[in-house]
């Protein structure tokens, strides 16, 4: 478990929350859960209701649509930040692949956040633009690799879609 100062040197350093003062990362900081799961634990599936944004302080995660890995995700890291905003469903499963510690964020912490500090969506805002363009890469890849592959689903986007 990290204490207050240690829990501020570490969001600190978190893409989403970089270039915010401390004053209001200390604030921030303070209300967070932070939750361990031991190895091989799903943390949330594909489909239920996503009200909370985690960070991983420790461990591994790996992003997954049934037997289909995503992504891993190690320290610094967050993940179920999409729900917090499109109010949809999860759109992937997360299961800990180490015992894993993160920092948890509430849809309500971040809203609040957001109104004292705009710049916070700005940063999220940033990580869902890396992650999409990061999919686009996979899914050209993809195509490259298995030209008889069938085309990407609707819901993910591709270069062509998003001019």
């Known amino acids: 478990m990290l204490n207050s100062f240690q829990r501020l040197l570490f969001i600190r350093e978190v ?6 003062r401390d004053e209001f990362l200390a604030r921030l900081a303070a209300v ?5 799961f031991p190895a091989n634990h799903t943390i949330f599936t594909k489909g239920q209701e996503g009200r909370s944004l985690y960070v991983v302080v420790s461990g591994r995660v790996r992003v997954h649509i049934a037997n289909q890995e995503i992504v ?10 999409m729900a917090l905003f499109d109010a949809e469903p999860r759109s992937a499963s997360v299961t800990t692949l180490i015992p894993s510690d993160c920092l948890v964020l ?3 912490q971040l809203y609040e956040a957001i109104e004292e500090n705009p710049a916070i969506a700005v940063n999220i805002i ?3 633009s890396h992650r999409i363009r990061d999919l686009n ?5 993809l195509q490259q690799t298995s030209p008889s592959a069938p ?5 993910i986007y591709n270069s062509a879609n998003l001019r």
Not at 32 to 36: A, F, G, K, V, Y
Not at 72 to 81: I, T, V, W
Not at 137 to 141: A, G, P
């Open 15 to 20: 893409p989403v929350f970089k270039e915010l």
């Open 32 to 36: 967070m859960d932070e939750l361990s």
């Open 72 to 81: 891993q995700l190690e320290q610094g890291h967050c993940f179920g930040e």
């Open 106 to 108: 509430t849809q309500q």
């Open 126 to 128: 940033r990580v869902l």
């Open 137 to 141: 890469q996979k899914v050209n890849l």
């Open 151 to 155: 085309a990407p689903p609707s819901r």
